[in-house]
């Protein structure tokens, strides 16, 4: 009788196996709600768009109440929850005060270089999408 080994998924130091749910449920909690929310208002999006465009190509116009529309209000209402949470979060949380954060001597030089790439653009594309490259900044 012969015996033959079995390749497992993976392997700790102690021998035991890792399944791969394990791993799974290792990244969900890893991965942060808002990531999750941005992925389903990103998926929102793209299905209601899909969904409209097939939606008015078989069916014709339709009213703001239509299934499709209410997977774009998602998106919409998801994202901007999601991210707005951000914003107000990364705004106003404490933070630790070792930390460095940004002073207002880096961040004006940085954007007083803003209206020098003007002429460049005027000069590339040579209206620049109607701009009116004639006028001073």
């Not at 630790?96 to 020098?116: G, H, K, L």
Request: aromatic content about 10%; hydrophobic content about 40%; charged content about 15%.
């Amino acid at each position: 009788m012969s015996t033959s080994t079995v390749a497992l998924p993976d392997r700790r130091r102690d021998d035991t196996v890792v399944l791969p749910t394990e791993r799974t449920r290792a990244l969900a909690s890893a991965v942060p709600w808002y990531v999750w929310t941005a992925v389903l208002a990103v998926a929102s999006g793209v299905i209601g768009a899909h969904w409209d465009i097939s939606w008015h190509r078989t069916i014709g116009r339709d009213t703001f109440w239509s299934p499709p529309h209410f997977a774009i209000y998602a998106k919409g209402v998801l994202a901007g929850l999601t991210f707005g949470y951000l914003i107000l979060h990364t705004t106003f949380a404490r933070r630790d005060t070792s930390t460095r954060s940004m002073p207002w001597s880096d961040i004006v030089p940085a954007f007083s270089n803003v209206p020098s790439a003007r002429p460049y653009d005027c000069r590339r594309s040579g209206s620049a999408g109607g701009m009116n490259c004639s006028a001073i900044l």
